[in-house]
Structures are given as C-alpha cells and as structure tokens.
C-alpha cells in the first residue's frame, strides 16, 4: 500500500505514524529534494537547503515535528522551526523566504488522535505524485551523513505569524470596519492568528475554539461542527461567522440567521466579487463534481464558466494551475484564491467574504441568494464492487433517470476509491425528487 495518500502521510499517532517513520521520511525528503537543480546549485555554492517545519496544535505534534527537523537537520538541512501555524501558512512562508521546500505536521479536520505529514515543494506547492513515489522509494535507501559544519541547523522562525498576517491584511481589496465576526477557530492552528487578523482588517470578533490543548482540536467545533457557530452568531447578534478546520485549510460560514454558507456559495460571492474587480482569471471558476447544480445556474446567469474536476482539492489546483485561473474549491469549504495563495486558506477565505459583506453593504443571506442550491441525496452503496459503477446496466439506469431530471436535475456515480463502494448522487428541484430517484439507482446498482 502506498505511503502517501490524497494529502500526505496520514494515520494514527503512534500507531502506523511513528516518530521513527516521521524521522526516515524526513531524511528521504532531502535526499529526493536535494537532487533537484536548484539544490544543486545551492550545495555547489556551498549553502544547505533550507525547510520550513510548522504543526498544529495536537499533542503528537511536538514529537512529529522534533523527528521530522532530526531527520532534515541530521541530512544537512538547516531547519526553520515555525510552530503552530495554519497549513496554508506554511506553503506561504515556503515561497516568501524562498526556501528549498517545507513540511506541515497535521491532520487536518481529522480527530486529535490522529495526525499527517505534508510535504510542500519549492515555492510552497504540493508534491507531485512521481516526486511522493521517489521519497518513499528512497526511506529504504541510503541517506544523508553530513557531519561537522555540514550537519542542518534547527532554528526558531521567530516572525513567521507576523509575515503571515502581513499578507492576508495586504490581499484585502476592503477593511471590514463596522461588521462583527464570530471566528470558530476549531482549537486548532489558527486559535491565534485568525482573531488577530480579523481584529486587524477593522472587524468586530467575537472567538469561540480558540483555546487548544492538544487533544480538543476539531472536538465539537469548527468547520465540520457548525451548530455551536450558529447558535453564537444569532446569540451576541453578529453578521457573520468563520468556521476554519484544524490546521484552516477550510472555510464555511454561517448568516446572521444562524444558516449555513458553504463552500459552494462562498466560491459563487468571491467569484462575482473577484469579476467586478477583474480579479478572475477568464471569468472562469474550478469546482469539482460534487458542486451543486445551482452553482452552474447561478455561474451562468453572470458569465461566468465553471470547470469541473473530480473530487479533491488537489484536482482543483492541478486545474486552475492548467487553465492558469484564479478561484476554485469544494463544497467542504477549501477554497483556493491563486493570486494570494498556493493551497487551500481558510483564514483568507473568511477575510474576503468578510469584506465584501462590507463593501457591498448587504448582508451575507443576499450575497448567498445568487444561488439556488437544488437539493442533493447522497447514498453510499456498499459491498458492491467498484466497477458497478460502469456496469451496463448501471450506466442506462443512470442515463434515463438524468434524461428524466432533464436541466432540473442531474445524476452522478462515484466508485469509492479506497472500498467496495458505489456513491450515487442525484440532485433534483424537489427533495423528494432527489430521494426517490437516488434510492432507485442504488437499487440498480446493488443488482
């Protein structure tokens, strides 16, 4: 089984996700990121490569990330340690101090428990998959034995928050002086640096999840727990809130109502937002299947195309880096704005819906309405094979159940890609509709 998955190295800390592991993939890291062109030009010149290491807040962090800056600094790679930082803080810092390549210890909006090791390249972009495939080829191999002078150093990245804020204030096309923000920062990565960027940009923040101790991160907060959000924002009466995921990749919203603006509607405001300023690369958005129909809709109601990719922020990416576009994302609220950034950045997602609420002058619920969102079933059809999903009579199940829904509607099949399973989606003007149509094809599909 392959090493990295869709996001880097994951699993139980300390389980299959040892300090050993981290260790050797940190020392297969700089042989495989040592060979490139630049580095070679660096060691020629006599300088070390440089890394940037950053984590979460989650206990197993702090000795994730001590055997992973043993591995670098004892394979010559001078280390700058950044702490907790969001994970699109770290792809930012990669690429603002020019270093040779960076790591982030985190799991995301995976429980504490759990963790990961992400891998970002020079200029702060995600590995390609043959560059992955070379670092897990080289863990069995030889490594790096500098000794003397030549060993890494480990230093601390004293203003690696400060740069970081610095840019996300300097994206902002508006201050959001006059609105009151509730941040639910999921006692992860941005517990610190959100509330103090948003206070910043002029807002009026009310916090919540802001308070990590190692083992409460993502625990019945943040992006993936919006009821505690919600009931903030109606409770101190404020406009918005801004839920980010544990290392704030993420971002979704909620209204002064208490209702939830996901990743679908927050593309669709900054997309027209972004169009009215000329900020939107070939009036295009990069979404992926899962989008909702009404995003299409309202897409192309204002001249807008949207592009679709499978499911994966990393397809998105691969897309916009293609097409050289400037918005794409998720319904699960990873957004990526390519001018300011290179992955997904919750902090500064919620920092430009913000400020076009300000600008505008309207409120959240009216910037959300361009979008009708049609309502969506889901059903996960399992012990099938995966291959049902283009089994013929799969297939014809599906056309004449799309050629039913006509342009109101549409149907979709997924094969999981880790089980034995089908995902049938079907998304219909009524939610009954939608109910009974995706029942049916499950049907079919279970044969």
Not at 45 to 68: E, I
Not at 229 to 256: K, S
Not at 411 to 431: D, I, K
């Amino acid at each position: 089984m392959a090493l990295f998955g869709t996001d880097g190295v994951r699993g139980l800390a300390n389980g299959p996700l040892t300090a050993d592991l981290a260790l050797t993939l940190a020392q297969a890291t700089a042989v495989v990121l040592g060979q490139g062109r630049i580095a070679s030009a660096r060691t020629a010149a006599g300088k070390r490569l440089t890394a940037v290491v950053a984590r979460d807040p989650r206990v197993s962090g702090q000795f994730l990330s001590a055997a992973v800056e043993a591995g670098l600094a004892s394979s010559g790679v001078d280390v700058l340690d950044a702490g907790v930082l969001p994970t699109p803080a770290t792809a930012f810092l990669i690429a603002d101090i020019d270093a040779d390549f960076g790591v982030m210890i985190s799991a995301s909006h995976n429980p504490a428990p759990d963790n990961g090791i992400k891998i970002f390249a020079r200029g702060g972009v995600k590995l390609p998959d043959d560059v992955e495939k070379r670092i897990e080829e080289a863990m069995t191999g030889d490594k790096l034995r500098p000794t003397g002078a030549a060993v890494g150093r480990v230093e601390r990245f004293s203003d690696a928050e400060d740069r970081y804020a610095i840019h996300l204030l300097a994206s902002l096309p508006h201050r959001l002086d006059g609105l009151h923000v509730v941040l639910d920062c999921a006692h992860g990565a941005a517990s610190g640096v959100s509330p103090e960027t948003f206070r910043n940009a002029g807002a009026k923040v009310t916090v919540i999840g802001a308070d990590p101790d190692g083992i409460n991160i993502n625990d019945g907060v943040g992006s993936t727990h919006l009821d505690k959000l919600a009931a903030e924002v109606v409770r101190v009466g404020a406009d918005v809130g801004i839920a980010h995921d544990g290392d704030a990749d993420r971002c979704l919203a909620v209204d002064a109502t208490g209702a939830v603006v996901d990743g679908d509607k927050i593309m669709a405001i900054l997309a027209l937002a972004m169009k009215r300023r000329g900020h939107l690369p070939a009036d295009t958005l990069v979404a992926t299947v899962m989008s909702n129909l009404g995003l299409h809709r309202a897409m192309a109601a204002n001249g807008i195309k949207v592009e679709t990719t499978a499911v994966g922020d990393r397809y998105v990416l691969e897309r916009m880096n293609e097409g050289r576009f400037g918005l794409g994302g998720e319904q699960s609220g990873h957004v990526i704005m390519s001018e300011y950034a290179t992955t997904g950045d919750g902090v500064l997602t919620g920092l430009h819906l913000c400020a076009e609420v300000a600008r505008s002058g309207k409120t959240l619920a009216e910037l959300a309405s361009v979008m009708e969102v049609f309502p969506q079933v889901l059903i996960n059809v399992k012990g099938v094979e995966r291959s049902r999903a283009t089994d013929a009579d799969v297939v014809a199940a599906a056309a004449l159940a799309s050629s039913e829904l006509g342009d109101t509607g549409r149907v979709l099949l997924r094969p999981s890609g880790t089980e034995p399973m089908v995902r049938v989606m079907v998304e219909a003007s009524t939610q009954e509709e939608a109910q009974r149509v995706a029942e049916e094809l499950a049907a079919v599909v279970r044969g």
